[in-house]
Structure formats: C-alpha cells, structure tokens
C-alpha cells in the first residue's frame, strides 16, 4: 500500500471534475515513485484512440499510439498520461512530430532508462504512416539501435 506521502503529486486520479485540455499541455503530467527501480521492467500504454490535426489543413488524423519504457526512479500516472494525450485533439503538427514530442516529453518528466513511442495513424489519401521515436540511457544504448532495426524490418514487411 502506497502511503499519503508517496500519492502527493498525484491529483488528477479519483477527481471528479477533471478538465479535459483542448490544447497541448504536458504540464497535465504526473509521476509517482517506482517502488522497484532495481528491477528493470517494461511498462507499456496502449491508446487506441489517439487525435490530432494536420497543420497545413487541419483535418483530423488517426491513431494507436503505443509507448513502452522501462523506468527509473520515476513513473507516469496513467490518467495524466490520458489527459496529455488527449490535449493533441486539437494540436496541428504532422505525425512524426507528435511521436516525437510525446517521447521528449516523456524523457523529459521521467528520465527513465529507455523509452520508444509508436504512431500507427490511419491512412489517409491511401497512406498510413508509422513514425517510431525512442530513447536510451547510455546503459541501454545497444538496445535503442535493436529497436530501432527490428522497427525498420517490421516496417519494410
């Protein structure tokens, strides 16, 4: 059971008056303490409802995003996380900058030891886009160039 101490910085799960920002904001992140930061484990999000607009027409576009890491000492809370992404609904960048935004977010708020970010955005004129970003600590270096090949076959697939 975590203590009080350890659940301050958390004030967005269990609020009933949640705002929903309808602009970026990564100050909507939050993170608790990893009780274990000897072990190193992943930690996956999956959000299959991920929106966000072209700059140039601003039509919407579609996507799962998908964001493993394996933290450190610092973990993020899945509701902000939520929120967060939720606040590109009306963000205009093309996709490979949100995939790239949200994992320098990420590293940003947690440090963790690796980090990737998967945009699996829907066709549109006939074509889908896949942007993968990631991030490594200089222990997890060899991992970071692993990821990146196995993405890139994956891809050419």
């Not at 610092?74 to 994992?103: P, T």
């Amino acid at each position: 059971m975590r203590t009080a101490d350890e659940l301050s910085g958390i004030t967005l799960l269990g609020n009933q008056k949640t705002h929903y920002p309808d602009t970026y904001a990564p100050e909507v992140l939050e993170t608790f303490v990893n009780k274990h930061p000897d072990n190193e484990y992943l930690v996956t999000f999956n959000c299959p409802e991920f929106t966000s607009l072209c700059p140039l027409t601003g039509q919407p576009d579609f996507a799962r995003i998908v964001i493993s890491y394996i933290p450190r000492e610092k973990m993020v809370e899945s509701k902000s996380l939520k929120l967060y992404l939720f606040s590109f609904r009306n963000h205009g960048d093309f996709h490979e900058d949100c995939v790239n935004i949200i994992m320098k977010d990420l590293v940003r708020l947690m440090e963790p030891r690796y980090l990737e970010v998967t945009g699996l955005f829907t066709p549109r004129g006939g074509i889908s886009i896949y942007p993968f970003a990631n991030y490594a600590d200089a222990e997890h270096q060899t991992m970071l160039h692993e990821r990146r090949m196995a993405q890139m076959n994956r891809v050419l697939l």
